[in-house]
């Protein structure tokens, strides 16, 4: 069964630096993954979703790489922002068409 | 705008009570799931659906049923609410595996 590790659990970092998200997954056997963001009690606002075959996608300051290879995963900030302090998940399906296995997520506080 | 709605978004309610949270989505898709996200486990599968009339377990669908009569509507059914199903629950669409998933703004659910 997929299992899904994000790390570090929390970071703070000062504001206008660039850092590196981890998520790692026991299944390589994947379609795709996905990347979303929560602030607190909100909801998921999706960032990246990249397809097995691809290795980055890019959305503004936000870069995502796969090796699904070695079953990884890196979102990239550049020049982060208070406006950046939020949870940060990833996602796969757990087998073909199934729903998501979340990583429990890391809290990102920027400081300005 | 296409989106996931979920109603209510907040409810208290006491043990035993019956009750519903309804997931709509606009976007045509055919995926729809729910999860339930707690301090500590993260965001979990309750049950999902890959077609009309086609719904599945998750990991934790004790205590819930669910219903896909229809391609837009997939409601959460608590037929006997507990005090443990006290949560945070959202509801989620993708038009397909390959595809990523939009989510609804959630549901705090507190049991009494």
């Known amino acids: 069964k997929q299992e899904v590790t994000q790390i570090p659990a929390a970071l703070s970092v000062p504001e206008g630096e660039n850092l590196v998200l981890n998520c790692s997954f026991t299944?390589?056997?994947?379609?795709?993954l996905q990347w979303f963001r929560q602030d607190p009690g909100k909801g998921l606002t999706s960032l990246l979703l990249?397809?097995?075959?691809?290795r980055e996608q890019t959305s503004g300051r936000l870069n995502a790489s796969l090796d699904k290879s070695s079953g990884r995963s890196t979102l990239y900030i550049a020049a982060s922002q208070p406006g950046d302090s939020a949870t940060y998940l990833c996602?796969?399906?757990?087998?073909?068409?199934?729903?998501?296995?979340f990583g429990k997520g890391t809290r990102l506080s920027v400081i300005a | 705008e296409a989106q996931v709605t979920q109603n209510p978004r907040y409810l208290i309610t006491v043990t035993g009570k019956k009750l519903t949270v309804t997931c709509s989505q606009n976007m045509n898709h055919e995926y729809m799931s729910w999860y339930r996200q707690d301090p500590g486990l993260g965001l979990r599968q309750i049950y999902y659906?890959?077609?009309?009339?086609?719904?599945d377990k998750g990991d934790v669908p004790e205590g819930y049923k669910v219903s896909r009569k229809e391609k837009r509507n997939f409601p959460l059914i608590l037929e006997s609410p507990s005090p443990n199903q006290t949560s945070l629950y959202f509801c989620?669409?993708?038009?397909?595996?390959?595809?990523?998933?939009?989510f609804g703004s959630g549901t705090r659910l507190t049991v009494v």
């Open positions: 659906s890959m077609n009309v009339e086609v719904t």
């Open positions: 996602a796969v399906p757990n087998s073909g068409n199934t729903p998501l296995v």
């Open positions: 299944d390589s056997a994947i379609y795709n």
């Open positions: 989620a669409s993708s038009p397909g595996f390959t595809r990523g998933y939009t």
């Open positions: 990249i397809q097995s075959s691809q």
